[in-house]
């Protein structure tokens, strides 16, 4: 009869890394000191609000500042169109050409173009850089905010009853590099209130813990038989902490007071044995 051997194929399943369990994480909270566990809690609660001002912030700010800029755009499109009117009417090309040089002082204009109501080009600030897909046949303004620019067309009435259009486009750099210069701004300040948070916390927990620690020597010293320890409780705070050390006084005193009703009979009792004289032993 032979006897089985194991094979030599077997191959033994790696071993996972250690990690404790749940309950024993959990553990591991309940059996830190006081001012752990409230630095780990407004850590974790400092790291939250953190985590959600470098978030949220950044996007609302460039939100915000998009649609501002969008409103800005607008306003100066539909201005420039306004004093245009008169160019297209009597087709100045010399007049509308000042008009869109005008644009020239903004460093966020990349161009400018006014279209005849045929579609041809009646003047023109950098018309190369303008896109084939704008909608210049549109009745009323059309704006397109794009990632790193902003195309606006407004329609400009002219005397033939059919209007021109002026297409107007912006450049986001100057935003985005403000948005860049908030977004680390906000970094630094969620990072400047998580540290101060936690030195903030850590020395609350110390203000916390102290008084608790004193009242805790004092138990462990009159448990080793040192009663004169009593008087290093604080009895005259007003806190939660006072109320503390005075319960633990005022239980020691009744403690103190019973071993007395105690210790006296059996004192008495001692006097009268050596008294009448203890028996001796043969």
């Known amino acids: 009869m032979s006897d089985a051997t194991p094979s030599t194929d077997a191959r033994v399943a790696p071993a996972l890394p250690h990690q404790p369990p749940p309950a024993r994480r959990v553990s591991l909270f309940k059996s830190a000191s006081l001012g752990t566990r409230l630095g780990m809690v407004m850590a974790v609660l400092l790291a939250s609000i953190a985590t959600f001002l470098a978030a949220y912030l950044p996007a609302e700010f460039d939100r915000l500042g998009r649609l501002g800029f969008l409103e800005q755009t607008e306003g100066i499109a539909r201005m420039l169109a306004t004093a245009s009117e008169a160019a297209l009417d009597f087709d100045d090309a010399l007049s509308a050409s000042r008009q869109l040089e005008a644009l020239s002082s903004l460093p966020d204009v990349n161009y400018a173009r006014l279209l005849r109501p045929d579609g041809t080009t009646l003047a023109g600030l950098h018309p190369e850089r303008m896109p084939g897909d704008l909608p210049l046949g549109a009745q009323e303004m059309q704006s397109r905010l794009e990632p790193r620019a ?38 630094e300040v969620s990072a400047a209130v998580l540290l101060f948070g936690l030195l903030a916390a850590a020395a609350l927990g110390t203000l916390l813990t102290t008084p608790l620690r ?8 009159i448990a080793d038989g040192d009663a004169g320890a009593r008087g290093d409780l604080e009895l005259d705070r007003r806190d939660e902490v006072g109320r503390l050390a005075q319960a633990f006084d005022l239980m020691l ?11 006296a009979p059996t004192a008495s009792w001692r006097r009268r044995w050596r008294s009448c004289g203890a028996p001796k032993r043969s």
């Open 150 to 187: 902003v195309q606006v067309v407004v329609p400009v009435p002219s005397r033939s009853g059919h209007p021109g259009a002026l297409a107007v486009g912006f450049s986001l750099d100057a935003l985005e590099k403000a948005r860049a210069r908030a977004s680390l701004r906000v970094l």
């Open 253 to 263: 005193q009744r403690l103190f007071g019973q071993r007395g009703r105690i210790d």
């Open 214 to 221: 004193r009242v805790t020597s004092v138990a462990e010293r």
